[in-house]
């Protein structure tokens, strides 16, 4: 293979190292020549506040040591508006030479226009690449080919902070915890004077919706959309109907005051804040705000859980949100140009390796073939592996199967719906609407 992957060898032990002053010499120090250092181009949702943050940094730092490539970050938070970012520097010729991003129906449009280049491609010239990863668990694209490299895989469930709940008399949410029962610690909770909720529903109304479509269907059908019909109407089946009910839920809970009084324009940074400071009760989030609490919160990680999310309906509270929906792509642009192709295959090696992706989870789902190797859980963590332990079925997030343009129209007609400009039928058949187009 090219001069770029002799180095993949030295790469564990330059991440050992990374931060320690070693590491595997450059190219160009070896060949003792002056040559301007090659630059790659990343793009992942490891922003400043991602709890994995710093497992990635030390991995780049690693790569950098064993090649003498320097990466350009361009990370930021993943967010909509995010997304749309990164689709808009596609569309005007400005993407990345390696991009960590959905694996869903928002990568469409990069694979649909041939912007990627598919693990099958990759491996004509590079045998090796993500043999150490489970083939079912590669993302299928439209065309039948897999372009991602899985990173870590998430869950979705609800943290507790325990010290809001004691001081408000409020049992901690066990395994057959019911949505009656939630909104009783709710008015509880809201009595003492807390924020039972802490949500944006400006910028992250979406765990609090995949819960309540999970709440008014079962775990079977969870992954079913609406529809409209040729006419643009809602067809009013299944799907429809435990959508608008999952808006109407969440109408409900904004009406009786349960989210922060600036939830339809705070951002999820201060809502988060909100619950590790100690204003508010619950918080439904993924496994990516581990890092962030352990990171950020070290001080008060005894205050804080992951419980059961509160169940009506069919569903228990034992089924949760959880897979793998993010990996590394490796663009066409980087991929015609031979240097930068060498080198973005050796990064996504490094950055998926069985040593760095170890560092990545904690509590998540793997396509590791042998597994993720964490070690000493916190005990934060530790109560999330004790809930994962006990669940009883785990799906994928129905947001995943709809267009980025239908969830932008599904998560600005949620504002409106809870504010009373628009009824959750309506909601429901804009998105529809968006998503046939």
């Not at 060949?31 to 790659?40: D, I, M, R, S």
């Not at 689709?87 to 226009?113: I, K, Q, R, W």
Request: negative net charge; contains cysteine.
């Amino acid at each position: 293979m090219r001069r770029w992957l002799a180095f993949i060898s030295a790469l564990a032990l330059a991440f050992s190292c990374a931060g320690c002053g070693a590491g595997a010499p450059s190219p160009q120090a070896e060949a003792g020549g002056t040559e301007e250092p090659l630059v790659l181009t990343v793009v992942t949702s490891y922003g400043s506040d991602d709890g994995n943050r710093a497992s990635f940094e030390k991995a780049v730092a690693a790569y950098e040591a064993a090649t003498g490539v320097q990466v350009r970050d361009n990370s930021a938070t993943s967010n909509e508006g995010w997304k749309a970012k990164v689709l808009t520097d596609f569309e005007t010729g400005s993407e990345p030479d390696v991009l960590f991003f959905f694996t869903n129906a928002d990568a469409d449009p990069l694979t649909n226009a041939g912007r990627v280049v598919s693990i099958e491609e990759i491996r004509e010239q590079y045998p090796d690449y993500a043999s150490n990863m489970k083939s079912s668990m590669l993302a299928e694209a439209a065309d039948g080919r897999h372009y991602a490299v899985p990173g870590s895989g998430y869950w979705e469930g609800l943290y507790v902070n325990k010290k809001v709940l004691s001081a408000c008399g409020v049992a901690m949410p066990g395994p057959d915890y019911t949505w009656e029962q939630f909104l009783a610690d709710c008015d509880a909770i809201k009595a003492q004077g807390y924020t039972p909720i802490a949500c944006s529903l400006f910028e992250v109304p979406h765990y609090w919706f995949e819960f309540c479509v999970m709440n008014n269907g079962t775990l079977a059908d969870h992954l079913d959309v609406p529809r409209v019909d040729e006419s643009g109407a809602l067809v009013m089946d299944e799907a429809a109907e435990k959508w608008i009910a999952a808006l109407e839920d969440i109408r409900l809970l904004y009406q009786r005051g349960y989210f922060p009084a600036n939830t339809l324009t705070a951002t999820d940074a201060e809502t988060v804040g909100m619950f590790a400071d100690g204003e508010a009760a619950f918080l439904i989030d993924g496994s990516w705000q581990m890092g962030y609490f352990a990171e950020r919160h070290a001080e008060d990680l005894a205050d804080y859980a992951v419980a059961y999310v509160p169940a009506k309906g069919a569903r228990k509270a034992t089924e949760a949100i959880g897979g793998i929906s993010m990996g590394y792509f490796i663009t066409r642009k980087a991929w015609n140009n031979e240097e930068k192709r060498d080198a973005a295959v050796a990064f996504v090696s490094q950055l998926t390796s069985d040593e760095v992706l170890s560092t990545f989870v904690r509590t998540e789902v793997t396509a590791l073939t042998d597994g993720a190797r964490p070690e000493g859980l916190n005990s934060l963590e530790q109560s999330a592996a004790d809930v994962n332990a006990h669940l009883t079925g785990v799906t994928g997030a129905v947001q995943d199967c709809i267009t980025p343009e239908a969830k932008s129209e599904l998560f600005a007609g949620i504002q409106k719906v809870v504010t009373g400009r628009m009824t959750a039928e309506e909601a429901v058949r804009a998105a529809a609407g968006r998503d046939r187009q």
